[in-house]
Nanobody, 127 residues
Framework: QVQLVESGGGLVQAGGSLRLTCAAS????????MAWFRQAPGKEREFVAA????????YYTDSVKGRFTISRDNAKNTVYLQMNSLKPEDTAVYSC????????????????????WGQGTQVTVSS
């Protein structure tokens, strides 16, 4: 059974930092891309960042470029999201997703492009 488990969320002041972790288990994730999405109250889930299996390809939504960094450790089946200079508008439930292979931007940024999902971790940024 495939499991993606997120951790690392919490309450932080604006300008602060958090590092989210997504631990994957239950199958081999060779050639699987990983991504982070977020969902704020009353809003749809939106794409944040994605990383390819080898880590050579990454893609970010414009609002987090220069502030967030996605990375992965394949030996640990883990993907990370380092979030710096956090803003109140970053407040959301952050979830990780996994899909086989890379893809077009349209596919990477769509929730329908991902087969496996975690339950999410809450990030709250106070002003």
């Amino acid at each position: 059974q495939v499991q993606l488990v997120e951790s690392g969320g919490g309450l932080v002041q604006a300008g602060g930092s958090l590092r989210l972790t997504c631990a994957a288990s239950g199958r081999t994730f060779i050639n699987y891309a990983m991504a982070w999405f977020r969902q704020a109250p009353g809003k749809e889930r939106e794409f944040v960042a994605a990383i390819s299996w080898g880590g050579t390809n990454t893609y970010y939504t414009d609002s987090v470029k220069g502030r967030f960094t996605i990375s992965r450790d394949n030996a640990k089946n883990t993907v990370y999201l380092q979030m710096n200079s956090l803003k109140p508008e970053d407040t959301a439930v952050y979830s990780c997703g996994s899909r086989y292979g890379w893809g077009t931007i349209e596919v990477l940024t769509s929730t329908s492009g991902y087969k496996y999902w975690g339950q999410g971790t809450q990030v709250t940024v106070s002003s």
